[in-house]
């Protein structure tokens, strides 16, 4: 039973180019969030998605930053225009029902590096 | 004010201490709490469920007070493979969801 997926591991993009960030959440999870953890920093709360809806984009930056579930594959975070302050690492975690009351499962992360 | 917070540490402690965690969240609607563990560059991973009544787990203890909104953690006989920071989440509402928020997570580093 593999656990949430994400890829790629690593990732290096130059200023301006876009980024695109995949996740394929546990088998049976149909819920899906996105963090961002700078250097030295905690994890910061960006999306949730459930199949084919954003629940919540709260912490979403309102420009560049773009995510979907379509209902076959994975999730996706797009970054558009890269710039230096995006460079960091990305989870994904999901769960099997709304967050109420169960855990998340994380990926094991991408780690974004403009250059 | 931030949702939830944490004492950022490092904690120091020698093998075979005990060490304490503490956490403060915000959001008096918030319904779950738990402690997850990250080790240096990895995703983090649970380490527990918090429960209003406490619970433990082997080495670990973790309790819940509703009325103040403090969550704890209590390890005992710390092991060098503890080392490691760990993170207070909280399901917290947010437009008729939950969202698990982090706090910023405490550093804990055991030596010989």
């Known amino acids: 039973n593999a656990g949430v997926m994400q890829n790629p591991r690593h990732l290096v993009r130059r200023r301006g180019q876009e980024a695109r960030l995949r996740c394929s959440p546990m088998?049976?999870?149909?819920?899906v969030y996105w963090y961002r953890q700078l250097p030295e920093e905690g994890l910061k709360f960006m999306v949730y998605?459930?199949?084919?809806?954003?629940?919540?984009e709260s912490g979403m930056p309102k420009e560049r930053f773009s995510a979907e579930f379509p209902k076959e594959g994975p999730s996706i975070l797009r970054i558009q225009q890269v710039v230096r302050g995006d460079s960091a690492a990305y989870f994904c975690?999901?769960?099997?029902?709304?967050?109420?009351?169960?855990?998340?499962?994380f990926g094991q992360g991408t780690r974004l590096t403009v250059v | 004010r931030k949702e939830v917070e944490q004492d950022p540490g490092p904690f120091n402690v020698p093998e075979g201490a005990t060490v304490a965690f503490n956490c403060t969240y915000s959001?008096?609607?918030?319904?779950?709490f738990f402690w997850y563990r990250q080790d240096c560059r990895k995703e983090p991973k649970l380490l527990m469920s918090?429960?209003?009544s406490g619970n433990e787990d082997g080495r670990f203890t973790a309790q819940l007070n509703r009325a103040s909104q403090y969550i704890s953690l209590l390890i005992r006989d710390s092991k060098l493979s503890d080392s490691a920071t760990y993170l207070c989440?909280?399901?917290?509402?947010?437009?008729?969801?939950?969202?698990?928020?982090f706090g910023r997570g405490t550093s804990l580093i055991v030596h010989p």
């Open positions: 975690a999901s769960s099997p029902s709304a967050g109420e009351v169960t855990e998340a499962f």
């Open positions: 088998k049976g999870h149909s819920h």
């Open positions: 998605l459930q199949k084919e809806n954003i629940i919540d």
């Open positions: 959001n008096s609607a918030s319904q779950s």
């Open positions: 918090v429960y209003s």
């Open positions: 989440v909280v399901n917290s509402p947010s437009g008729g969801s939950y969202i698990p928020t």
